[in-house]
């Protein structure tokens, strides 16, 4: 299992940055690998979204997502296809002047065994996160 714990600080304003993140089905538009996202069922504080995403194969799975608005974002695994565990959350801090303290947590862990599984978790969790980060500070500046 892999697990990460990422906070960086964004020239963003707080209520920005969670819309991008709830916004789940325009993820494809900026969101790198993401295929396709259909939303199941959502309203004010969660959601359930079916995820369909480009690894080393196509791999679909469903969160069930909760949020308190404009200060966290958190979900676990339904159900995946490849995925045993998908639990995280975003966490945001307000610091004033346009700017977010945002912190994303992460902990995957992929089924069965494959040459090379434990980098392709690694690899979910160090290397991508980053730029999702990055990505969605982005696409919050754009709303």
């Keep these: 299992m892999a697990k990460a ?3 960086e600080t964004f020239d ?3 209520d ?3 819309q991008a993140i709830v916004d789940y089905k325009n993820y494809p538009k900026f969101v790198d690998g ?3 996202v259909e939303v199941i069922n959502e309203s004010a504080d969660s959601a359930t979204v079916k ?3 480009n690894l080393i194969k196509e791999v679909t799975y469903t969160l069930k997502l909760s949020n308190k ?3 966290s974002v958190s979900w676990t695994l339904v159900s995946g296809d490849l995925m045993k565990v998908n639990n995280g959350a975003w966490k945001l801090k307000d610091l004033g002047a346009g700017r977010t303290e945002v912190t994303y947590q992460l902990e995957v862990e992929l ?3 494959f ?3 434990g980098m392709v978790e690694k690899t979910m969790v160090s290397t991508n996160l980053p730029l999702n980060m990055k990505a969605f500070a982005k696409r919050a500046a754009t709303l």
């Design 34 to 36: 993401m295929k396709a």
């Design 51 to 53: 995820f369909t995403l």
């Design 12 to 14: 963003v304003p707080c």
């Design 16 to 18: 920005k940055y969670f």
């Design 69 to 71: 608005k404009n200060e």
């Design 115 to 117: 040459p090379g599984l």
């Design 5 to 7: 714990d990422r906070t």
């Design 111 to 113: 089924k069965g065994f």
